[in-house]
C-alpha cells in the first residue's frame, strides 16, 4: 500500500469510504436505487478526484459546444460555497455579489455562458429538472459523476497526469472520492492539464486530451487587457484560492514570469486584504489571480490585481467529442 506514514491512521476510514462508494455506485446500476430523468438530455461532467480537476472550465466548453450546434444548454452547479445554501436559484450573472450569493463556480459559469440557463442547487436533479422546465433542449452537469441520482445520456470523466488512484488514496486519507474501477461508467476519458503543459501519454486509455492555456490578463478595477506575453521576464506574485495552486503556479512561469512569492488559501477560501499588502511589500510588477477568485469578489475588485483569462485547448480527440454531442443533441 502505497500512503506516506501519516496517513496509515486514515486507511480503514478510506477502505469504507472507497467500498461504500462502488457498493453505492453498483447499486444505480442494478436498480436497487431509483434513477431520475428529467425530460432532456444530460451530460455530465465529472471527476474521481475531488476538487482541482478542472471540471468546470470543460463543463464550459461542453455547454459552449452544445450551443453550436443549435442547442439551448441549461448548466447545473452545486453552488458550493455560495451564501445561498441549498436554495435552487436560477443564477443571475449580472447580481452585483453573485460569487458570494451563488457561489464562485457556478457565478463564474453563468458570466461565461451568458446564453444558457444556468441552476446551482445541492439537489442536482431538482436543477436539472428546472433548468428543462426553462427552456433547456440539453443540460449539463458540473461535477456529476458521483450523483447516480441523475439520468445521464454521455457519461465524461476528467483525469489528470496522476490518473486514477488507489484505494489508499480515497478520501479522508487522500483526494480520490472513487478508485480506478468507477472509470467502467465513463463514456468518454479526459485527460486535462491545469499547468499549460502539453498532455504526455495518460496512466490509463483516454480518447480526449487537453490542456488549460493562458490567453490574457485582465485589469477588473480599469477594465484594461493586455496580452498574456507581456509576462514575460516580469517579477510577479500570485494570490489564490483554488485546489491546486501548483497548476496555477506552473502555469503562470511557462509564461516566462518570475513567481517572487504567493498565498494560496484554502479552495473557494477568503481572499483578505492583508494578503493584498504581503505581496504588495516585495513590489512586485504585477499581482495575479485566477477568474474563480475575482468571481468570489471581496478585496480583488477595484484593488489592482490583475486576473488571469485561460481556455481549455483540445488536442488530441476533439473529433470524438464532437460526436458525442452530436449524438446527445440528436436526442433532444
Known sequence: M???????????????????????????????????????????????????????????????????????????????????????LRVDPDHPRAGYYYGDEAALLARWLPDAIVVRGADKVAAAAHAAASGADVVVLDDGFQHRRLARDLEIVLLD????????????????????????????????????????????????????????????????????????GRRVSLLAGVARPGAFTRLVRRQQAEVVDTVFVRDHGKLRQRHLRRLRRGRPDAILCTEKDLARGGPLAGSGVWVLRCAVEITGGGELLEQALRTVACCA
Open 161 to 232: 497526469e496522476h490518473g486514477p488512484r488507489p484505494w489508499t488514496s480515497c478520501m479522508p486519507a487522500g483526494d480520490a472520492r472513487e478508485t480506478g474501477g468507477a472509470l467502467s461508467a465513463a463514456d468518454l476519458r479526459w485527460y486535462h492539464r491545469r499547468d499549460g503543459a502539453a498532455p504526455a501519454r495518460a496512466r490509463c486509455a483516454t480518447v480526449i486530451s487537453s490542456r488549460l492555456v493562458a490567453r490574457s490578463l485582465f485589469d477588473p478595477a480599469s477594465g484594461d487587457s493586455r496580452d498574456v506575453g507581456w509576462l514575460a
Open 2 to 88: 502505497n500512503a506516506p506514514p501519516g496517513r496509515w491512521a486514515l486507511l480503514p476510514a478510506a477502505a469504507v469510504v472507497g467500498g461504500a462508494n462502488a457498493v453505492r455506485r453498483a447499486a444505480y446500476r442494478r436498480g436497487w436505487l431509483p434513477v431520475h430523468r428529467i425530460g432532456a438530455p444530460v451530460v455530465s461532467v465529472g471527476a474521481l478526484r475531488a476538487g482541482g480537476s478542472g471540471k468546470t472550465p470543460a463543463t464550459a466548453l461542453v455547454a459552449e459546444e452544445l450551443q453550436g450546434l443549435g442547442m439551448r444548454v441549461g448548466v447545473v452547479h452545486s453552488g458550493y460555497a455560495g451564501a445561498a445554501r441549498r436554495r435552487l
